[in-house]
C-alpha cells in the first residue's frame, strides 16, 4: 500500500524536491498555480475534495520575489 500526498505546488525548490524524493511507497499528485489558485479557498476544497482517499495534503507553495 502506498502513501496518497496531495501537493500543492509543483515548480518550486521544496515541490521538486518532494517529488524528486518519492519512492514506489509515495504517490504525489502536483498541482501548479496554473492548475489550482491557493487564493481560492473553494478550489482547494474541490481540489481535495476530488483528489479521493488521501494521506496527507501538503502545502509546498510558496511567493517569492
Known amino acids: 500500500m502506498s502513501l496518497r500526498v496531495l501537493q500543492f505546488g509543483a515548480t518550486g525548490q521544496l515541490a521538486r524536491e518532494m517529488l524528486a524524493l518519492a519512492g514506489g511507497a ?13 487564493t481560492d479557498t473553494d478550489a482547494i476544497a474541490r481540489a481535495i475534495g476530488e483528489a479521493g482517499d488521501l494521506d496527507l495534503v501538503l502545502n509546498a507553495a510558496a511567493y517569492t520575489a
Do not use: G, N
Open 26 to 38: 509515495v504517490e504525489i499528485t502536483a498541482l501548479s498555480r496554473a492548475q489550482l489558485d491557493l
